[in-house]
């Protein structure tokens, strides 16, 4: 069993950077596809970001978001710059054993594991 835990979230003005953190248990971390999701209220679960073979964005945020990892300490970030209203959500961090490619990474079912959410909120 893998459990996520997120945080880093805030409120923030329109403009403005955060970066969100999640910690992984397990011991295979380094072959997990991991991902960035957010919801919005009223809204669906919608992709922001993956890091599998490669890193994938939301066309709502590329250039703006950047995923990483850090396999030695179980640790993916999204680096949130040029924060806007539309992102205010609450980001979740969602993890899968393998690797997947652009199809399916984007996908909320394709995931197993999800952490509990942090909640991003952009003032305008």
């Known amino acids: 069993q893998v459990q996520l835990v997120e945080s880093g979230g805030g409120l923030v003005q329109t403009g403005d950077s955060l970066r969100l953190s999640c910690a992984a248990s397990?011991?295979?971390?380094?072959?997990?596809?991991m991902g960035w999701f957010r919801q919005a209220p009223g809204k669906e679960r919608e992709f922001v970001a993956a890091?599998?073979?490669?890193?994938y964005y939301a066309d709502s945020v590329k250039g703006r978001f950047a995923i990483s990892r850090d396999n030695a300490k179980n640790m993916v970030y999204l680096q949130m710059n040029s924060l806007k209203p539309e992102d205010t959500a609450v980001y979740y961090c969602?993890?899968?054993?393998?690797?997947?490619?652009?199809?399916?990474?984007?996908?909320?079912?394709?995931?197993?594991?999800w952490g509990q959410g942090t909640q991003v909120t952009v003032s305008s």
């Open positions: 890091t599998a073979w490669s890193t």
């Open positions: 397990g011991r295979t971390f380094s072959s997990y596809t």
């Open positions: 969602a993890g899968r054993s393998g690797f997947f490619g652009s199809d399916y990474v984007r996908v909320p079912h394709e995931y197993d594991y």
